[in-house]
């Protein structure tokens, strides 16, 4: 049913935003083919909401129509050669879906445990996490098209994965609606253990060959350490704010030295552990050790406030507006590129702002 006026804040992780003029939901008990021509006749406006994960929705809310999708089932497939292939619709939970293939002994995401939204979202985001992309291992995602009204099949080539992007946040953003996605999953261990929390945690413990339900539980309990709320799923957060930056070697040097001059030794040398093992022709540079290193933890605007225990998250302390958010993101990002010359993206998409609010927020 078409609804008018409807609060966004309720929908979304950070617990923010204002009312959107039109809002649907989808449950998959209908053709979207019948669906998707009637809602374009009632708004050329189309925002669409899967599990409200990452996202910043204004305080002004959006005036459009919100399509939320609330399709939701899992299938485990039969064995296909080593892999088996597992089919989720668009609004499934992420997290019951890892939980789903570690039930059935499959490999591939358990280390994507207990990141908040749904399937559909966590490929247009190309979620990733200690060492998994979910482009990894996906096979398909089935979508309506919106330009030529019709489904489509996409290949993981299509949907032109890389750093938390693809097709449907760059190229082809509100063109395609995800209905669900194909994945191909092992049965074959396959542990990724390299990342420093992950090894901390099971040298600690005397765990030399964890299970993917160990790894799962480490993985939920260092995510949990990282953040304040007891269900941040429902909390006043969307995950990680601030995207990390891809530097070359020449890069790369530069900004230790930087560090170095402007936080000292320690920071510097954390800085080059936290690379040892990165072997890519780009760098993956962690942002929240460089907002650590410019003592900007704890940093807030209004209700809104950089997480001290992972820097990349921004807080809703409570009473915080959109423009709280925002205003701190761009406080952080400027600081960031006036001392270490570096740009830094925001992973959540932005929604309902004005053009003189988004460029107020990305000037530097």
């Known amino acids: ?42 708004s050329d406006q189309v925002f669409i909401l899967g599990g409200g994960s990452n996202v910043l929705i204004s305080d002004a809310g959006f005036d459009g129509l919100t399509l939320r999708i609330k399709s939701g ?56 996490a200690y060492g998994q992309e979910i482009s990894s291992v996906i096979s398909s995602v089935e979508v309506y098209d919106r330009i030529n009204e019709c489904y489509r099949s996409l290949s993981s080539d299509d949907c032109r994965f890389s750093y938390r992007k693809s097709i449907f946040n760059t190229t082809a953003v509100d063109r395609y609606l995800i209905l669900r996605i194909q994945m191909a999953l092992s049965e074959k261990e396959n542990p990724q253990l390299h990342y420093a929390d992950v090894e901390k945690y099971f040298s600690s413990r005397k765990i030399d060959h964890p299970t993917a339900t160990e790894i799962r539980q480490a993985i939920i309990a260092i995510r949990n350490a990282k953040f304040p709320f007891p269900d941040y799923i429902n909390g006043g957060n969307a995950g990680s704010f601030f995207k990390n930056l891809k530097l070359t070697e020449a890069e790369y040097e530069k900004v230790i030295r930087r560090i170095h001059d402007l936080a000292g030794s320690d920071f510097s040398a954390r800085l080059q552990k936290s690379m040892e093992k990165s072997t890519a022709q780009y760098k993956t540079l962690p942002t929240a050790l460089l907002i650590d290193a410019l003592g900007l933890k704890g940093y807030n605007r209004g209700g809104a ?33 006036q001392k270490l010359g570096l740009i830094v993206e925001n992973e959540p998409q932005l929604i309902g702002f004005t053009d003189m609010e988004r460029e107020t927020a990305f000037l530097l």
Not at 102 to 122: K, M, T, V, Y
């Open 1 to 42: 049913m078409l609804q008018k006026n409807i609060r966004l804040a309720r929908y979304t992780s950070f617990q923010i935003g204002g009312k959107s003029r039109l809002f649907f939901e989808y449950e998959n008990k209908q053709p979207i083919t019948d669906v998707m021509p009637m809602l374009a006749s009632q």
């Open 305 to 337: 406030k950089i997480n001290e225990a992972q820097p990349l998250v921004i807080l809703n302390t409570g009473k915080a507006t959109a423009m709280d958010v925002l205003t701190v993101f761009s406080d952080v990002r400027r600081e960031i590129f």
């Open 73 to 128: 089932g899992i299938q485990v497939g039969n064995k296909n050669k080593i892999y088996r292939d597992v089919v989720v619709e668009a609004g499934e939970c992420w997290d019951r879906v890892v939980e789903t293939c570690i039930n059935n002994g499959l490999w591939g995401i358990e280390n994507l445990s207990h990141i908040p939204g749904s399937a559909g979202a966590a490929v247009v985001q190309n979620i990733g």
